[in-house]
């Protein structure tokens, strides 16, 4: 952890500057407020003063987290919430590397940050072992594995630059994090720079090549049975219209990933929702003849646990061009899936073999191509099944629970969940409607929840829910102090089952009896108080009143609900 608070005896003493003048600090400072930052997250740390007293002197606000890791989740929750990239202020070490699990949620889902991060004195660098604090031999390949790249500033001058090519990267498809670290004297050093206001950066564009359209074109035109997964890479590009286009076009049934949830109308007649997690979804996008993959890997869960098993031909597209034919044979294309769904929406409206007409209006002369049935028929047989699969099982409770969530939250309201059995329930069964869902699902750490949530509503300026377990909740509960110092319109729902309730499930599942799954666990209203948060405890049957009741108040506020939910019984086994 970093240090909030250190003697000045235990502070390195490089080349300073009087307080009225400009030290590196104020370079970080400057650049990122005219890149167009607004809000930083992080925690002061003894090698970081610099950064903070830069902070001093500018516009930027400063969302103090009580955890690095957590600062990391509260940026990445910024940033999908608002689209502009999170920026992290981290001190040297312990804190550089406790952020780095929220770190791998953002690189694992292409989420946009910048994060800097102080560095020991330059007489440090370089592996030389002087005992200085917080030391690490080589500090920023510790967060190789978790950003895109990596940056060490050795001079003041580079800072402006430093920045400005992190932003950029940072917003470049395949979207994610960039670390930038700047040692603790050149934070603190005075320079001859004059105070930056002119920098003008953007993301790369990252379209596809014209002939690889046209051939994806050319063989969903001529495919009797084409069907769509679409993933988070159609959010993330921003693609959603042109995916309906090119549906809507080709008839063709579309299943989100759960990263994808929201990329595709939920009601729609083509849409099966989010169930990739239901051999039914599965069989159906394995009797495609053409399937088109978009912005997802096709990774462990869409798969439905690599169970997925392609009988036709497939297009993957993605802007990470180490997924394509990771999982599966495929015509591959390397390009940010919005820039590459507009192409194949007009390439398409271009050939008149593309367009399979669009049913009537009385249903009744619909063109059949799925072995005799009309893919609008196949959409809807196949979400009965769904349906029918779900009421065989003990599940009423739980589906009435997530029901009463849907009813009670604003279609507008953004959600954001945390590796707990309510949130994968959402996966497959959250309509976003007009507002945004968000989880933890691209490295499946626990603890995301509440404190991106934090960050949503911040960015936001408006209420958000977050949803996590007493599990993962008890990851982020010192973010209660965080809520509470910002004022943070965020209603944190807590499903308190008493222990890691899905690895609870595992366990009775494969071995007869879990271990090591049960906890002790706080009185969540009682700690939610002590921090200032007003919190109330509800039976499962009331939480959309109350719901609605933590919706029109102020500031955060906290729900918990003492319950067992199931999940439902899996198809891949």
């Known amino acids: 952890m970093s240090e909030a608070s250190v003697s000045q005896s235990a502070v390195e003493e490089p080349a300073t500057t009087t307080g009225a003048e400009r030290n590196g600090g104020d370079l970080v400072v400057e650049t990122l407020t005219a890149l167009g930052a607004e809000t930083i997250f992080g925690i002061p740390g003894q090698h970081a003063l610099g950064l903070f007293d830069a902070m001093g002197r ?3 606000h400063f969302a103090s987290s009580r955890v690095e890791n957590n600062s990391a989740f509260a940026a990445d929750g910024y940033a999908r919430a608002t689209g502009r990239p999170g920026v992290v202020f981290l001190s040297t070490g312990p804190g550089a590397l406790t952020s780095l699990s929220g770190l791998q949620e953002a690189y ?24 200085m604090l917080h030391q690490l031999d080589d500090q920023k390949a510790s967060a190789a594995n978790v950003s895109k790249t990596q940056r060490l500033v050795h001079h003041a001058s580079a800072i402006p630059s430093a920045i400005a090519a992190a932003w950029s990267e940072a917003l470049t498809a395949p979207m994610g994090p960039v670390w930038v670290e700047v040692p603790q004297d050149v934070l603190l050093a005075g320079h001859q720079i004059p105070p930056v206001r002119d920098v003008t950066v953007g993301p790369a564009a990252l379209p596809a090549r014209a002939e690889l359209i046209e051939a994806a074109a050319a063989m969903l035109a001529s495919a009797e049975r084409p069907a769509i997964i679409a993933g988070g890479g159609v959010r993330r590009g921003r693609g959603e219209g042109a995916l309906l286009k090119v549906a809507e076009k080709l008839r063709t ?7 994808g949830n929201g990329s595709f109308p939920r009601d729609h007649e083509l849409s099966l929702q989010s169930w990739v997690e239901d051999r039914y979804a599965t069989e159906v996008m394995e009797d495609a003849d053409v399937l088109l993959v978009i912005g997802t890997s096709l990774g462990e869960v869409t798969s439905n646990y690599f169970t997925l098993a392609p009988r036709g031909r497939m297009i993957q597209i993605d802007a990470e061009w180490r997924v394509l034919e990771s999982n599966h044979e495929a015509l591959g294309i390397h ?14 409206e271009k ?4 367009s399979r007409g669009s049913a009537s209006e009385d249903g009744q002369t619909r063109a059949t191509n799925w072995h005799g049935t009309s893919p609008e028929d196949l959409v809807a047989e196949t979400l009965a ?6 009421d065989r099982q003990e599940l009423s409770m739980e589906r009435k629970f997530m029901a009463d969530l849907r009813e009670a939250t604003p279609e507008t309201m953004q959600t954001f969940w945390d590796m707990t059995i309510a949130g994968y329930w959402g996966w ?3 309509d976003a409607k007009s507002g945004q869902f ?22 936001l300026g408006e209420r958000v829910l977050a949803v996590s377990g007493d599990g993962s909740a008890m990851y982020s509960i010192a973010e209660l102090a965080t809520a509470r110092q910002h004022n943070a319109p965020v209603t944190w729902l807590i499903v308190d089952d008493g222990g890691y309730g899905i690895l609870r499930e595992y366990m009775e599942g494969a071995f007869g009896q879990a271990t090591a799954t049960e906890l002790a666990r706080p009185d969540f209203m009682a700690l939610a108080e002590s921090f200032g948060v007003p919190a109330k405890r509800v039976a499962p049957a009331d939480i959309r009143q109350a719901l609605e009741d933590s919706y029109a108040a102020d500031g955060p506020n906290v729900v918990v609900v003492e319950a067992v939910l199931k999940m439902f019984e899996p198809t891949h086994l």
């Open 58 to 60: 500018g516009d930027l």
């Open 108 to 131: 694992a889902t292409g989420v946009p940050m910048v994060v800097i991060s102080s560095q020991i004195p330059s007489a440090g660098l370089g592996a030389r072992r002087k005992g």
């Open 253 to 259: 049934p579309v299943l989100s990933s759960n990263g």
């Open 335 to 348: 390009a940010d899936a919005g820039l590459a769904l507009e192409a194949l929406a007009a390439a398409l």
């Open 351 to 354: 050939d008149p073999a593309a």
């Open 385 to 390: 099944k769904i349906t029918s699969r779900l």
């Open 428 to 430: 497959s069964c959250w």
């Open 438 to 459: 968000h989880s933890a699902q691209g490295a499946g750490g626990i603890g995301y929840g509440f404190p991106s949530g934090i960050g949503g509503s911040i960015g």
